[in-house]
């Protein structure tokens, strides 16, 4: 549904709402209404023309999930994106928080468009481990 991203990855609201081919003010009325996924802190990220949102891929396809009536899990969007994005089967929800958090160092603090702070880039990995 987002090519290129694992699920623990950010997204834009721009990235966001053209991956799910909605208007962008249909997403800011939905936000307003507090019927979206809670979008990252923002101060975690570089200030931004237009000082769009940013949200985690899982968050997302949870809230898609239960839209449709679906029972859907962060740590399961991230075993189901470690083994097929990158071949690796895991069934301990540690093991694929400490997985997506070694891959996500790895990739940086900058994501296609979206760029941390130092401070938010270590409080996002941070987050990727807590339970």
């Keep these: ?19 799910l081919n909605l208007d962008r003010g249909l997403w800011a009325t939905w936000r307003s209404r507090r019927l979206t996924p809670a979008p ?22 949870v809230w898609l999930a239960a839209r449709r009536g679906e029972q859907l899990d962060a740590p399961t ?12 089967d895991v069934s301990d929800p540690k093991e694929a928080r400490e997985l997506a958090a070694m891959y996500a160092r790895a990739a940086g603090p900058v994501v296609g468009d979206i760029r941390f702070t130092a401070a938010g880039f270590t409080a996002y990995l941070a987050s990727m481990l807590e339970a």
Excluded: H, K, N
């Design 77 to 88: 969007t991230w075993r189901l994106s470690l083994l097929r994005d990158l071949d690796t």
């Design 40 to 61: 990252m802190p923002e101060a975690w990220f570089r200030r931004a023309p237009g000082a769009p949102l940013v949200y985690r891929v899982d968050q997302v396809l």
């Design 1 to 19: 549904m987002f090519p290129g991203l694992f699920a623990w990855s950010p997204i834009s609201t721009s990235a966001l709402t053209a991956a």
